[in-house]
């Protein structure tokens, strides 16, 4: 063999060496860990297609969140799952909605030790299981929807969310949102925009965790996006960041990393990424087969995210993943 100037594999030798030109590192302060919290529970539920997750209590809740804060989690995102639906969902601004007694419960549990995010999105809470309010031809109306997200925003300030992170993909809820929550003095309260979600078919787990069921066979290809598209992901952020949003998220991760590294390229803001319930079954299912080192590939496929250009990333992973990774 010749001897090449440059051979790669002098800094791979040992752990510190390839610690060293490490170009990404994944900490606990990367991670937002989602929670579920259902009206009327006694105790926590375990969520059979999300092996590890639960639907909690309010008092579980408030557990959980005490646990991650513990662990050196920053954040956590909160789902509710209410008793009852209507049609117009207006359990998600109800000041006595199951999400905004959690939010209470947990702000006065926590105070500002954690980042309080809440979902901003009606599928729970419809009778269609649509993420907005039907109009008289069957279809999601956009701008009564956009309207009904700017209640349920104050209901959850008001809560104390820190953050709402709206996910329904309605045209101007960003907008809308901001204008709400000023024109009651929210204004800090920040907005993460789900800016570029895709129709994706792994967010089947989750509708099992929030007990949705899209009406008819429906599905949410008039509203997320088609998972073809690439540019137009950089035309929903820039959009979002237009209409005042402070952090913007591409959802789901794994099969959108193109995606999340342009929106890093076009955006100085706060980019974050969603490892949604489809990603993180997948990896459950196969290593309870004992087909892959769970663990392992979490970590793998977390960093990955991270480095593709998230700066924090969502995942059902959070609580696994601190109990493995330094703080800071
Ligand atoms: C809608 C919402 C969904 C998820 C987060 N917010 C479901 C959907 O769009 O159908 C999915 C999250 C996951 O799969 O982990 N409120």
Known sequence: M????????????????????????LSVDDLVAPLFVREGLEGPAPISSLPGQCQHSVDSLVKEALRLADLGVPALVLFGVPVTKDENGSG???????????????????GDQLVLMADLCL??????????????????????????????????????AHVVAPSGMMDGQVEAIRRALDADGHIDTAILAYAAKYASALYGPFR??????IAEGGD???????SRNRREALAEVALDVAEGAD??????????????????????????????SGEYAMVKAAAERGWIDGPAVALEQIGAIKR???DFILTYFAAELAEQLDRG
Not at 92 to 109: F, K, M, S
Not at 133 to 150: F, P
Not at 208 to 213: P, S
Request: net charge negative; aromatic share 6%; charged share 25%.
């Open 220 to 226: 949410r290809t008039g509203y997320q996006q088609d």
């Open 308 to 310: 593709a250009g998230a």
């Open 2 to 25: 010749s001897f090449p100037t440059h051979r790669p594999r002098r800094l791979r030798r040992t752990p510190a060496l390839r610690r060293l030109v490490a170009e990404t590192r």
């Open 247 to 276: 952090m913007v998220m591409v959802k789901p991760a794994l099969s959108y990393l193109d995606v999340i590294a342009d929106v890093r390229r076009a955006v100085d803001l706060p980019v974050a990424a969603y490892h949604v």
């Open 208 to 213: 099992e965790a929030v007990d949705v069921a």
């Open 123 to 160: 599928d729970e809470y419809t009778l269609s299981g649509h993420c907005g309010v039907l109009g008289a031809d069957g279809e999601v109306d956009n701008d009564a929807t956009v309207e009904l997200y700017g209640r349920v925003a104050l209901a959850q300030a008001r809560a104390g």
């Open 92 to 110: 998600a601004w109800d000041p006595d909605g199951i999400v905004q007694v959690a939010l209470a419960e947990l702000r006065a549990a926590l």
